[in-house]
Structure formats: structure tokens, C-alpha cells
């Protein structure tokens, strides 16, 4: 039973098992996820959610990692949907704030996609550093650093264009 849960857990319900680039996809299937726990129970909701699914990520990578040599298989895309949760915080924050639909905010969430993507496939800095430890603790936090990057990027981005336009 352990082994199912972690499993569905580790592959967010077998989306790491599409090709090509799992990766992305489990990037992609964030975002709807964003935006029913945002609908749901708003901001707060969104941000407890975050640390909630590290945890139980963490633990579904240990599991499903367990005496094996590959530390990070391809199908384990729960890290790149808690590290795009991350990338979304800034869009989720502006959306609670301005009391928009969170279609308004679209290039947001445009914009936490790609970044976030472009992150975690570049590896620059300690998003390459936490990559190489040989653990299920790289493999959740080279994503969160990732979502970091790209939620500074967001907000950055965010600032400029409001800069810019108002």
C-alpha cells in the first residue's frame, strides 16, 4: 500500500509516466492544481499547500528511490509541481490582492511557466548544486530553488510592466 501511495504521490497521479519530458509535464498539470486550491481556499490555501506537498514529496521520493541507483528517476514530478507552485506565488499573491478572476492575471502565470521550466532544465548556480546531492533532499529542493528564481523572475517582470504601463 506504502508503495502505491508513493507512488501516485511521486508521479502526481502517473503524469510523470507521459513522455516526452515528464518534467514539463508535471510543471503543466501545476497549474490547474494552483488554480482549483486557490479557488478553493484562496492564498493561504495555496501557500500551506506548498510545504504540505514537499513533505509528502519528499517522503514519496525516498520510498520510491529506495535502494535503487537512480536518485531522481525521470517519473518522479511531484518536485517540478511544488517548485512551480513556488513560481505561481507572486501571480496568486497579485490576484488575491487586486481581487481579479485569475484568467486576468494570465501572463503571470505565462511567465511562472516558463521561467520556472527554464530553471529547472539550465540548472544555473544552486539549482545545479542541490541537482547533484545524491538524495531525495536534491531532488525536491533543486525545484524549489528553481520556483524561487523564477517567482523573483515573476515578480521582477511583474514590477517592470506595471512600471511601464501605469
Partial sequence: MKDK??????????????KPAPGTWGS???LPMAWAIYMIGGFWLFALAIPAAYIKGYYATVWMT????????SEIVIDEVVGQ??????????IQMMGVTPQTLWPGWVAAFVLFRWFDITKPGFVGWA???????GVMLDDVIAGVFAAIGVAALASIYHQVMM
Fill in 5 to 18: 501511495w508513493a507512488h501516485i504521490t511521486a508521479t502526481v497521479f502517473y503524469v510523470g509516466h507521459l
Fill in 28 to 30: 503543466l498539470v501545476a
Fill in 85 to 94: 507552485w513556488i513560481a505561481l506565488l507572486p501571480v496568486i499573491y497579485g
Fill in 66 to 73: 529506495a535502494g535503487k541507483d537512480n536518485h531522481d528517476p
Fill in 131 to 137: 541537482d547533484r546531492k545524491d538524495n531525495a533532499t
